[in-house]
């Protein structure tokens, strides 16, 4: 059996380092638009430590990911939406769908800025695994972005939703 974290580390490096081709709006595929995504706002992050349900990784903001002097929400939320996934992949787990997500933007972030991102799985239960993500200036220890991240990541059963049980 293949070891869970080098499993999460060739797909945040996959991510990262795939080609992508210019992305054409489609209506029957919107691959490469992900794939352009994730590969735009990825590519660059280093993966310092990785252990079950922790993930550790750095990442200098590059200047193709800012807006006035600062990184773009968007592509920080697309980064910390991957490593929540690949720190699930290191307890084993499936990723399937997000249930929820949110990131709260304490600090702006410079471009240029090292940025140190630590991930933890919090909690399993059932089919749903909870991930905290802090990001915090590598220089100055300041954080500068909380996030948590719900996804479930149990069975299904053909193309049918689990019931809620609200």
């Given at each position: 059996m293949e070891n869970p974290g080098k499993r999460a580390t060739q797909w945040l490096q996959s991510l990262q380092n795939s080609t992508p081709s210019t992305p054409i709006l489609s209506w029957l595929d919107h691959s490469n638009i992900t794939n352009f995504f994730e590969c735009f706002a990825l590519r660059?992050?280093?993966i310092q430590q990785i252990t079950h349900g922790?993930?550790?990784c750095t990442f200098t903001v590059p200047?193709?990911?800012e807006e006035n002097g600062?990184?773009?929400?968007p592509a920080l939320m697309t980064l910390v939406d991957d490593v929540c996934g690949a720190v699930i992949m290191t307890c084993d787990l499936p990723l399937k769908v997000s249930v929820d997500y949110n990131v709260s933007y304490i600090s702006p972030v410079k471009v240029q800025d090292e940025i140190e991102i630590d991930a933890r799985v919090v909690g399993h239960k059932g089919g749903l695994s909870t991930v905290v993500?802090?990001?915090r200036n590598k220089d100055t220890g300041e954080l500068v972005a909380l996030a948590r991240q719900s996804m479930y990541n149990g069975p299904t059963?053909?193309?049918?939703?689990p019931l809620s049980k609200i």
């Open positions: 660059g992050i280093q922790r993930l550790l200047p193709r990911l600062h990184w773009r929400a993500v802090e990001l059963f053909g193309h049918k939703v």
